[in-house]
């Protein structure tokens, strides 16, 4: 079975520059979870869907970063402008349903410059 | 709120010893608990997932303990090994399936 699927691995901005991050869940999960996680910190939800729909985004800032999850499979987070705080690794992750075991992509690796 | 506290922050040890990773929590209405580990510049494994009506998992070298009333869960890890050497994280699900994490405990295995 594919694991949770994402892209770029790395990437190097100058703030105030765009990024985008897809992902590609487990195939069947319904659930779709983004997390910033900052070194030396536990994961921080961004956002969780359940299929096509938002469940949690209160922690997402708004006014910089947004995603979306077309047709309930893949999703794409974006930061537009970046700052120099959002350097962290972006961690997809996606479970059957909600309450179940999460399986977690390998991460995209941000850096602002 | 739920908050999930996970000491010591860091942990070495030698090799072969068996070792216990403690992770608290402040509200016993938990839906399940999840331990994962995270080797650096990787994401996160999920290695146990207790069910609030459980007692304990097992998997492998590894066993993980729920004490709901106490607000308390152990990772056991037997006859350690270097390759255990990464950070391991529990994460509390609450009863709406918001997961609420601990900050990790760096392991550190010696050969």
Redesign the interface.
């Known amino acids: 079975e594919a694991g949770?699927a994402?892209s770029p691995r790395y990437k190097i901005i100058e703030k105030r520059q765009s990024v985008a991050f897809w992902c590609n869940p487990i195939s069947g999960h319904a659930t779709l979870?983004w997390y910033q996680q900052i070194l030396?910190?536990?994961?921080?939800?961004l956002i969780?869907f359940q299929n096509n729909g938002v469940?949690?985004d209160s922690q997402l800032p708004k006014d910089r970063f947004s995603a979306e999850r077309l047709k309930g499979v893949d999703s794409t987070l974006k930061i537009q402008p970046a700052k120099l705080e959002d350097s962290a690794v972006y961690?997809c992750?996606s479970s059957l349903l909600?309450?179940?075991?999460?399986?977690?992509?390998?991460?995209s690796?941000l850096t602002v410059v | 709120k739920q908050e999930v506290t996970q000491i010591p922050a860091a942990l070495s040890v030698p090799e072969g010893e068996n070792l216990v990773l403690n992770c608290s929590f402040t509200d016993s209405a938990i839906y399940n608990l999840q331990w994962f580990r995270q080797d650096p510049g990787k994401g996160l494994t999920s290695l146990l997932l207790i069910q609030s009506s459980q007692r304990e998992q097992t998997s492998g070298r590894l066993n993980a303990s729920l004490d709901k009333s106490s607000g308390r869960s152990t990772l056991y890890i037997a006859a350690s090994q270097p390759g255990d050497s990464a950070t391991y994280l529990c994460a509390v699900i609450d009863s709406n399936y918001q997961l609420i994490w601990g900050a990790g405990t760096k392991l550190i295995i010696k050969p």
């Open positions: 949770v994402q979870y030396g910190q536990g994961p921080k939800l969780q469940v949690d961690l992750a909600s309450g179940n075991t999460i399986y977690f992509g390998e991460g690796w």
